[in-house]
């Protein structure tokens, strides 16, 4: 069982920052690739952003490109989302998720991640 604890959401002004963290319960995260995915109030689960286990490659969705960033601190077991210009489009829950079966690929889909953190809100006020 991998259990996975975001934090770093709060309360932000349009136009700000901040810095998501997903920490894997597991000292083998690095061996996972994992994916930010965010739900805002009456729709669907979106992906935002994907890293695979070493984190040679990354995935962002068009939506949130060139403005949010993921990255992955294996000596920390870590996985990052740095958010930037925020809008209030942005405002949702965010999910952090851990794909075990091909780890070494982004996955794009809900269905690629075995593993679900609780969430972490961000508002984004204009």
């Known amino acids: 069982q991998v259990q996975l604890v975001e934090s770093g959401g709060g309360l932000v002004q349009a136009g700000g920052s901040l810095r998501l963290s997903c920490v894997a319960s597991?000292?083998?995260?690095?061996?996972?690739?994992t994916g930010w995915f965010r739900q805002a109030p009456g729709k669907e689960r979106e992906f935002v952003a994907g890293?695979?286990?070493?984190?040679?490659?990354?995935g962002v969705a068009d939506s949130v490109k060139g403005r949010l960033d993921i990255s992955r601190d294996v000596a920390k077991n870590t996985v990052y989302l740095q958010m930037n210009n925020l809008k209030p489009e942005d405002t949702a829950v965010y999910y952090c998720a851990a794909d075990l079966r091909a780890p070494w690929r982004v996955g794009y889909d809900i269905s690629d991640y075995t593993y679900w953190g609780l969430g972490t809100q961000v508002t984004v006020s204009s």
């Open positions: 890293i695979d286990w070493r984190g040679s490659n990354t």
């Open positions: 597991l000292r083998t995260f690095s061996t996972y690739a």
